[in-house]
């Protein structure tokens, strides 16, 4: 079943595992550049924001999962 929110839950998905796959925090400039990735739709681009700002408050909504400090 497919949800509205989908592009939404698969960039957090796909953010997480950037992160976790990182050995040292990254900030938000290096987690916008991921837009461009292969595997990064235009769908997820949307759902968080399609910018480092939107990115920021994107990340902001999952408290539990990713920690922002500052940038």
């Given at each position: 079943?497919?949800?509205n929110?989908?592009?939404?839950?698969?960039?957090m998905?796909?953010?997480?595992?950037v992160?976790?796959?990182?050995?040292e925090?990254?900030?938000i400039?290096?987690?916008?550049?991921?837009?461009?990735?292969?595997?990064?739709?235009?769908?997820?681009?949307?759902a968080?924001?399609?910018?480092?700002?939107?990115?920021?408050?994107?990340?902001l909504?999952y408290?539990?999962?990713?920690?922002?400090?500052?940038?």
């Amino acid at each position: 079943m497919l949800t509205n929110d989908e592009p939404g839950h698969k960039a957090m998905l796909y953010f997480l595992e950037v992160l976790m796959n990182s050995n040292e925090a990254l900030t938000i400039s290096q987690l916008a550049g991921r837009f461009g990735s292969r595997s990064f739709t235009a769908e997820m681009r949307s759902a968080c924001g399609a910018n480092e700002s939107g990115l920021k408050k994107f990340l902001l909504k999952y408290p539990s999962l990713f920690t922002v400090r500052g940038n």
